[in-house]
């Protein structure tokens, strides 16, 4: 997924304005991705998701607040460890069918496993995404001076 456009940054400006003008662009894109986010069906939503929450992180690695970028590696490893489940998860499924009735049998348990952990990422997410919303709606809002 490509980033949004951070418009009227200033090469004249302070580090601080141009700053705040960038975290406010990435902060809304994670909050508008997550939105569509909210479905455990919606995979690409959800590395999306992932892919905004770094871009935002890094940036707010260099400018703070120091607890939003907590929860946002937070978010960030919690969201990798489901991508993780969602690329492996059709391969093994696909091997469990491939191979002989008494193989498959392990390798299905392997998949029932992965989708265990991935529902369990997934309630993660959503019981920690109130709290993580609120904190970068704040940061969606600041005002740049001009």
């Not at 902060?27 to 986010?37: G, K, M, P, Y």
């Amino acid at each position: 997924m490509k980033a949004r456009k951070v418009k009227r940054l200033d090469p004249a400006g302070s580090f601080a304005d141009n700053a705040r003008r960038i975290v406010a662009v990435r902060a809304q894109e994670v909050l508008d991705i997550a939105a569509r986010a909210q479905d455990p069906a919606q995979a690409t939503a959800l590395h999306d998701l992932r892919i905004a929450v770094k871009r935002l992180r890094y940036v707010l690695d260099l400018t703070g607040p120091p607890e939003v970028v907590k929860q946002l590696k937070g978010l960030q490893d919690l969201l990798g460890e489901l991508h993780d489940c969602d690329v492996q998860l059709p391969v093994i499924r696909s091997l469990a069918r491939e191979l002989p009735r008494r193989e498959a049998v392990g390798v299905r348990t392997v998949a029932v496993q992965l989708a265990t952990r991935r529902a369990t990422c997934f309630e993660r997410f959503h019981q920690q995404w109130p709290s993580i919303e609120r904190s970068l709606a704040a940061l969606a809002r600041v005002e740049v001076s001009r």
